[in-house]
């Protein structure tokens, strides 16, 4: 989807898509993220980093709340992500038309129909000016079998090309607005 830049050794285009909800004030609130990576060797003892905009309602309510759920999207749930991706919980109901229930033991979303979830909390974060890092601690963990992850590289397979415009607008605003944000801050 992306054409700013020349081939890299980090492709984007082969990372999972997911979706991270959480609640503030009983209201839910949920982004996708694709910058998500284990952090622990420790099998029974599992941590994430997660890379998040400062800009995202969804990271405030998170930061407020310090816990959350990630879920992992199947190849089918294309058509969350513009319900997650473009909009903001400040101004809409992301979960008005989304098939969920709550945690019991949390009350957050969790969305049906992913690869799994995972539940968990905040144990630390980096400011970086432009993106937050957050390092976490998994709590609770399901993965039904047998489910294809979407991965980015899918979405023009599964979305009309005018969302897929809409996006790509979306990423180069935000692209603009990090730059001006790391020149500020260096």
């Known amino acids: 989807m992306r054409t700013d830049q020349a081939a890299s050794i980090f492709d984007e285009g082969k990372r999972e898509i997911f979706l991270l909800t959480t609640s503030d004030d009983s209201r839910p609130s949920g982004m996708i993220i694709t910058w998500v990576t284990s952090a622990s060797l420790i099998p029974d003892d599992k941590r994430i980093v997660l890379v998040l905009s400062p800009h995202n309602h969804t990271t405030q309510a998170l930061f407020?709340?310090?816990?959350?759920?990630?879920?992992?999207?199947?190849?089918?749930?294309?058509?969350l992500i513009p319900i997650f991706g473009l909009y903001s919980s400040r101004d809409v109901d992301k979960f008005a038309s989304v098939p969920f229930a709550l945690d019991e033991?949390?009350?957050?979303p969790i969305v049906d129909g992913t690869c799994g979830w995972?539940?968990?909390n905040l144990i630390s974060q980096?400011?970086?000016g432009e993106r937050f890092i957050v390092l976490a601690q998994i709590e609770k963990e399901t993965a039904p079998p047998a489910t294809q992850p979407l991965q980015v590289r899918?979405?023009?397979?599964?979305l009309?090309?005018?969302?897929?415009?809409?996006?790509?607008?979306?990423?180069?605003?935000?692209?603009e607005r990090d730059r001006r944000i790391r020149a500020q801050t260096s």
């Open 154 to 158: 899918d979405l023009a397979q599964h």
């Open 160 to 175: 009309p090309a005018d969302t897929l415009q809409e996006m790509q607008e979306k990423y180069f605003r935000d692209v």
């Open 64 to 79: 407020r709340r310090r816990q959350f759920i990630l879920h992992l999207l199947a190849n089918d749930q294309a058509a």
């Open 126 to 128: 980096m400011d970086t």
């Open 105 to 108: 033991d949390s009350g957050i």
């Open 118 to 120: 995972a539940r968990g």
